[in-house]
């Protein structure tokens, strides 16, 4: 039985019909990607499923012409797995010529959940920052930035906030209760900062007029549409409408949305080698049978079982060999204790050289926040 599902920037809850919220949301599948596309795991495994006008996007890589990606970290809990779809998405895009904006959200996160700006410019830098870093992220063509102090540079800082104010304008009451459902005035200051994020990379003082992409988990885009609406109405600039790219969520070890309040749900990437062989056993959610005898002739079901699953996302890189997994797994050949010690083993090694890479990235920080 389906738990009823809630979906909102702020919270998800139950189980999620994407190709409802695909519909609901008018967004369109994301199919025929050039090549250089196709060549990354995310793009061509299709956990990068949907897209709002990402033909802007395209044209400007084919092209070599200027273009910016822009996001935003919720700076609570660990970073973990769940985080990286997002991570490897920026680095993607950097390595084709991207122009990177990363916000922390650190206003969202004293509105919408109490958490002092102190505490948050702390988790933002320890957990989050340093794992961007170690992954691969680059200073180069790359701006991170607080919501709380957008720059030392007085006609940044001005343009980004002067924006806020005017994006206020076009935002009714209504349209935020049509979007966003319960809203509180917290939660309406939090959006239009997010639009003014979204929309400020155009501005003289930073970018100019160029396209920008948005990649985002689905429960983000009530934020996407808000701002869209408002760029339509806004004639003070001349905006490109933004583009945006939705990426499935990675599930949770028992199944669900990844979540940073449940230690039980996530591999965070400081976990030690033991810490992730037992939250593997003891709490990834297996598609295997009841018993020995029924798996061997019946088989599992590698399209529930939360180890095929990551090793899908990640840490399995080679097709031909997931589709051997998949097939064994299906057909009973392989246990599921089979396929769990493989993924422990395949996280572990990656944790080993991830870790190493965070200690050097503590140094590169400062490099990252001008």
Same mark, same amino acid.
């Given at each position: 039985?389906?738990?009823? =599902?809630?979906?909102?920037?702020?919270?998800?809850?139950?189980?999620?019909? %994407?190709?409802?919220?695909?519909?609901?949301?008018?967004?369109?599948?994301?199919? &025929?990607?050039?090549?250089?596309?196709?060549?990354?795991?995310?793009?061509?495994?299709?956990?990068?499923? $949907?897209?709002?006008?990402?033909?802007?996007?395209?044209?400007?890589?084919?092209?070599?012409?200027?273009?910016?990606?822009?996001?935003?970290?919720?700076?609570?809990?660990?970073?973990?797995?769940?985080?990286?779809?997002?991570?490897? &998405?920026?680095?993607? /895009?950097?390595?084709? @010529? $991207?122009?990177? /904006?990363?916000?922390?959200?650190?206003?969202?996160?004293?509105?919408?959940?109490?958490?002092?700006?102190?505490?948050?410019?702390?988790?933002?830098?320890?957990? %989050?920052?340093? *794992?961007?870093?170690?992954? @691969?992220?680059?200073?180069?063509n790359c701006e991170i930035y607080f919501?709380?102090?957008?720059?030392?540079? $007085?006609?940044?800082?001005?343009?980004? %906030?002067?924006?806020?104010?005017?994006? =206020?304008?076009?935002?009714?009451? *209504?349209?935020?209760?049509?979007?966003?459902?319960?809203?509180?005035?917290?939660?309406?200051?939090?959006?239009?900062?997010? $639009?003014?994020?979204?929309?400020?990379?155009?501005?003289?003082?930073?970018?100019?007029?160029?396209?920008?992409?948005?990649?985002?988990?689905? !429960?983000?885009?009530?934020?996407?549409?808000?701002?869209?609406?408002?760029?339509?109405?806004?004639?003070?600039?001349?905006?490109? &409408?933004?583009?945006?790219? /939705?990426?499935?969520?990675?599930?949770?070890?028992?199944?669900?949305?990844?979540?940073?309040?449940?230690?039980?749900?996530?591999?965070?990437?400081? !976990?030690?080698?033991?810490?992730?062989?037992?939250?593997?056993?003891? /709490?990834?959610?297996?598609?295997?049978?009841?018993?020995?005898?029924?798996?061997?002739?019946?088989?599992?079901?590698? !399209?529930?079982?939360?180890?095929?699953?990551?090793?899908?996302?990640?840490?399995?890189?080679?097709?031909?060999?997931?589709?051997?997994?998949y097939d064994d797994y299906k057909s009973?050949?392989?246990?599921?204790?089979?396929?769990?010690?493989?993924?422990?083993?395949?996280? *572990?090694?990656?944790?080993?050289?991830?870790?190493?890479?965070?200690?050097?990235?503590?140094?590169?920080?400062?490099?990252?926040?001008?």
């Amino acid at each position: 039985m389906k738990r009823d =599902s809630n979906i909102t920037p702020w919270e998800v809850e139950g189980e999620i019909d %994407y190709q409802k919220l695909l519909d609901e949301f008018g967004l369109s599948p994301l199919n &025929q990607l050039p090549e250089i596309f196709e060549k990354n795991l995310l793009f061509r495994r299709k956990i990068i499923f $949907a897209h709002r006008d990402i033909q802007r996007i395209l044209e400007a890589v084919h092209q070599k012409k200027k273009f910016a990606v822009m996001t935003g970290l919720m700076p609570t809990g660990k970073f973990h797995l769940g985080h990286m779809i997002l991570v490897q &998405q920026l680095i993607f /895009y950097q390595k084709l @010529g $991207a122009k990177i /904006y990363i916000a922390v959200a650190d206003i969202e996160a004293y509105n919408a959940r109490g958490q002092s700006l102190e505490e948050s410019r702390k988790i933002a830098i320890e957990q %989050y920052l340093t *794992n961007y870093i170690a992954l @691969g992220l680059k200073p180069e063509n790359c701006e991170i930035y607080f919501q709380s102090d957008r720059s030392k540079k $007085a006609e940044k800082s001005n343009a980004y %906030y002067r924006l806020q104010n005017l994006l =206020s304008k076009y935002a009714t009451f *209504n349209k935020f209760k049509a979007v966003y459902g319960d809203i509180s005035p917290g939660k309406m200051v939090s959006a239009l900062l997010q $639009a003014s994020d979204m929309l400020h990379i155009q501005l003289p003082e930073f970018e100019g007029t160029c396209p920008v992409l948005i990649p985002v988990g689905i !429960d983000q885009d009530p934020h996407i549409r808000l701002t869209r609406d408002i760029s339509k109405k806004i004639k003070d600039f001349n905006f490109v &409408q933004l583009s945006s790219a /939705y990426n499935f969520f990675m599930p949770g070890l028992e199944g669900g949305k990844m979540s940073s309040s449940d230690a039980n749900s996530f591999i965070a990437l400081t !976990d030690s080698p033991k810490e992730v062989e037992i939250k593997i056993k003891k /709490y990834a959610f297996s598609g295997g049978k009841d018993t020995l005898e029924e798996h061997r002739k019946k088989g599992g079901n590698p !399209d529930i079982d939360i180890s095929f699953q990551y090793l899908k996302f990640f840490f399995e890189p080679d097709d031909r060999k997931l589709k051997k997994i998949y097939d064994d797994y299906k057909s009973g050949k392989m246990l599921t204790s089979e396929l769990k010690q493989m993924l422990i083993e395949k996280i *572990n090694s990656f944790l080993k050289t991830h870790q190493k890479n965070r200690e050097k990235a503590k140094k590169e920080i400062k490099k990252f926040l001008k």
